[in-house]
């Protein structure tokens, strides 16, 4: 079944040290990949994507993900942590239907980013 | 960016009463948006896929006869939870990807509408 996994339900870090907020997933064919933050009683906003091209892309806010085809892995990261980064994290993943080409998209369980001073 | 915009924001209603939530995509056109629900320090759970023109996809388990969906306009689609219970207090987020960018394109979402139901 396709799927996408974010095995850490918290992750604590001092501010100015780096962050990596894992993610690995798995899909039929090439895989689309996102990123994006939710704050509190609100939606979400997207930070990057990996469709093709170079497996570092950058995004918002000074976010960066690593695509990784053979670990199936696709990290969030940023090298100095900020507190106003404390947030919920969502990797996600555009699924395909075997008989049809509608797509959709599938989130990971989340992960709370927590910076502490 | 683009923007997209859910009303109402909170909602609260008496049971085995209907409510009614709109995702509008204010500068972009989107045949098709999404339907998720959000339980308490949850991920969002997919419901449904709301096509313009057409019927909407929904998601295993999901009833369509008490989440009753509809796309009216490239720019519309509302989500009404009728006979509402408890059960159905929830976060509900709507997403929609601009025509332009295609299947690959990242969706945008509303700001979500709390629904309690009491």
């Known amino acids: 079944a396709q799927s996408v996994a974010q095995p850490e339900d918290q992750v604590n870090v001092a501010e100015g040290n780096p962050l990596t907020v894992k993610c690995t997933y798995s899909v039929s064919g090439n895989p689309y990949l996102f990123w994006y933050v939710q704050y509190p009683n609100r939606g979400l906003q997207f930070l990057l994507k990996y469709i093709t091209g170079d497996n570092l892309v950058k995004g918002s806010y000074g976010f960066e993900a690593e695509f990784n085809k053979s670990q199936t892995s696709f990290h969030l990261k940023k090298p100095s942590a900020l507190v106003s980064d404390s947030a919920l994290y969502f990797c996600a993943v555009r699924v395909t239907s075997p008989y049809s080409s509608a797509s959709k998209i599938i989130f990971g369980s989340g992960t709370r980013l927590s910076i502490r001073p | 960016g683009a923007v997209v915009s859910q009303h109402p924001s909170r909602v609260i209603c008496k049971s085995g009463t209907s409510v009614k939530i709109e995702c509008r995509s204010l500068d972009f056109q989107a045949t098709t948006m999404f339907w998720y629900r959000q339980f308490p320090k949850q991920s969002l759970m997919l419901m449904a896929t709301s096509n313009e023109g057409s019927k909407a996809t929904y998601e295993q388990g999901v009833e369509k006869d008490k989440f009753l969906i509809n796309h009216a306009s490239l720019t519309l689609s509302t989500l009404t939870v009728t006979s509402a219970h408890p059960e159905d207090s929830s976060f509900y987020i709507c997403?929609?990807?601009?025509?332009?960018?295609?299947?690959?394109?990242?969706?945008?979402f509303g700001e979500g509408s709390r629904l309690t139901v009491l």
């Open positions: 997403s929609a990807r601009p025509i332009t960018t295609g299947a690959g394109g990242e969706l945008f």
